[in-house]
């Protein structure tokens, strides 16, 4: 995605931003792991709890039958919801939101349709409906035991991967109370109600193909022109596994030199690397950067889980030196090598003129002891100045190349 003013831009823009979000993630999420699920759903929604994403993992595998008593009952609360939506719309209290689609679960098999494709006319009222019904008996719905397994197995990742979820223990423990009494489904918690004011409806994704169809969706994309430098459209991207990586590491990191990224977009650095290593550590694959701490980059390391890495034509080594050169305190770095800075799914920056991003989990960081350092080494800091560099151990979840 690209940084510019959504609310200004007319309907028609408004709607083809949406399908342009919704794409890469709808096309990525026919199946990802579960972590992987779970970060997609933190970096986009932080203030989501432990209830908001056992609610989007069971929307994937229960459906929304639970929401369809009767076709009469399902049109009454949608009718009752679209009013009372259109009303927060109209009053400034809501806006409507960049992201419409928005697939489930690590499955995918359904997609959250915000109501606000019914407020702007681009589907009616009827259409939605009428797939929301449908969807009630079009995915292969779990039964309640079959959902209880599935879960632990979500929940044992959420207490592994991500215990710093607020109050992450007690809403598990309560959740395993309710699931023993049967009572499977919940409603988003307080937080991320408030942050996100969701008005949705679940629809199964071969019904949801029937109304935004691929192929136009595909046309639409097409047309996504950047918003910086140039008028042509920016070249796609590929998924590659890491070991697809064809770069000598040597070349890459020492002569090529990378960018390294940290931060969300509107709050964001990056800076030139030439230090780096790349390979296998704890039967995973990872790549390692070393920041200063007396770089502006440094602070975005440590204040964020995922940092990116990107490699770029010998054309841009010029740009690359700017990038080493300036500091984003003073100025937009991005804006002064002339980059396109785009966003992964999980909000991470990488840039149009690259080709290749590497999108990294932090594993492990810790700063270089000088105490430990060799003789000449520890010379060269106390020499130069600069301040101690602390090495970022990265999980690398996603690599894409052009």
């Avoid at 979000?21 to 990525?28: G, K, T």
């Amino acid at each position: 995605m690209y940084s510019f003013r959504y609310k200004c831009c007319p309907l028609w823009v408004r709607f083809i931003i949406s399908l342009v979000l919704a794409l890469p993630i709808l096309a990525a999420c026919q199946s990802v792991s579960i972590r992987e699920a779970i970060a997609r759903q933190l970096a986009l929604y932080p203030e989501s709890r432990v209830q908001d994403i056992y609610k989007s993992f069971c929307q994937d595998n229960l459906g929304p039958e639970h929401l369809i008593p009767n076709p009469e009952a399902a049109r009454n609360y949608l009718q009752s919801e679209l009013a009372a939506y259109r009303a927060d719309v109209d009053s400034g209290k809501y806006s409507i939101p960049v992201r419409r689609f928005e697939p489930v679960g690590d499955k995918g098999h359904y997609v959250r349709v915000d109501l606000s494709v019914v407020l702007d006319s681009l589907v009616s009222e009827e259409t939605l409906l009428d797939a929301f019904v449908r969807s009630d008996n079009a995915g292969q719905n779990m039964t309640p035991e079959q959902w209880r397994k599935k879960w632990l197995k979500v929940a044992a990742v959420i207490r592994h991967d991500f215990p710093d979820i607020p109050e992450c223990e007690k809403d598990l423990r309560q959740i395993d109370s309710l699931m023993a009494e049967g009572h499977y489904i919940l409603h988003h918690s307080p937080a991320y109600s408030a942050a996100c004011h969701p008005h949705y409806r679940i629809i199964a994704r071969p019904v949801f193909e029937t109304i935004f169809p691929q192929e136009n969706m595909t046309k639409l994309m097409n047309c996504r022109k950047d918003t910086n430098s140039t008028d042509k459209p920016t070249k796609d991207w590929q998924e590659v596994a890491p070991e697809e990586i064809d770069l000598n590491p040597i070349q890459m990191i020492d002569k090529d030199w990378l960018a390294v990224s940290a931060g969300k977009e509107g709050n964001m650095n990056l800076m030139t690397i030439s230090w780096g290593t790349i390979g296998e550590l704890w039967s995973k694959p990872v790549f390692i950067v070393y920041v200063s701490t007396s770089r502006y980059t440094y602070r975005f390391m440590e204040e964020n889980d995922y940092f990116t890495v990107t490699h770029f034509p010998p054309s841009m080594k010029a740009k690359l030196g700017y990038l080493g050169r300036v500091s984003g305190r003073d100025e937009d770095k991005v804006a002064g090598a002339g980059l396109t800075v785009e966003f992964t799914e999980l909000g991470n920056p990488i840039y149009a003129e690259a080709d290749l991003a590497i999108e990294c989990r932090k594993l492990y960081a810790q700063p270089f002891d000088a105490n430990l350092l060799p003789a000449a080494q520890r010379a060269w800091y106390e020499q130069s100045g600069i301040g101690i560099h602390h090495m970022y151990i990265g999980e690398i979840i996603h690599v894409w190349k052009k």
